[in-house]
């Protein structure tokens, strides 16, 4: 049940990166020259509209490229324990970078 999990999940955050990948683009790209501002990056930031997007963005690419990792992990790690330590790493890298971004976007 927990694989089945992962593997739906791995599919709806590659399907949310594939549109989120398309409108971050387009916003940092073809938005006008200031787009990459301070100014104009700190009132984007203050909207809940771009905040909500940035924090399932920043979730759907942390979740989909560590589990995607942990898959490759389960294939080629044989050592029960090497296993455990990158199983550790993983999800302590994950969880630091999520806390990171969030505190940013909020
Ligand atoms: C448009 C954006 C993306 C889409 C639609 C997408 C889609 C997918 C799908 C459907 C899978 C499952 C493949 C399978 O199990 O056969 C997958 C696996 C994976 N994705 Fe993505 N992905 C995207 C972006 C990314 C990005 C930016 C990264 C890196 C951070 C990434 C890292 C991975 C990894 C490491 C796997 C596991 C590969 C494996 O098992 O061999 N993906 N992706
Ligand atoms: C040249 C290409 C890129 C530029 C110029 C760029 C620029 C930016 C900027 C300025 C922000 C701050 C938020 C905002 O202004 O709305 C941001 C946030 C973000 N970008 Fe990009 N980006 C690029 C490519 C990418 C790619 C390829 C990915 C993922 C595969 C990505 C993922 C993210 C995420 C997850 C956030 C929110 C993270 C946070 O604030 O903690 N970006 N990007």
Known sequence: ???VLQWALQRITGLILFF???VHFYVMHY???SALEYEEIARRLSSPFWKGFDILFLG???YHG???LWGIAIEYIHSRKLLKI???LIV???AGLLATGVMVIV
Request: hydrophobic share 50%; aromatic share 4%; proline share 0%.
């Open 92 to 94: 302590l890298l994950a």
């Open 31 to 33: 938005s006008g020259s």
């Open 86 to 88: 990158a199983h550790t």
């Open 66 to 68: 560590f589990n995607g």
């Open 60 to 62: 759907s690419i942390l």
């Open 1 to 3: 049940m927990k694989g």
């Open 20 to 22: 989120g990948l398309i």
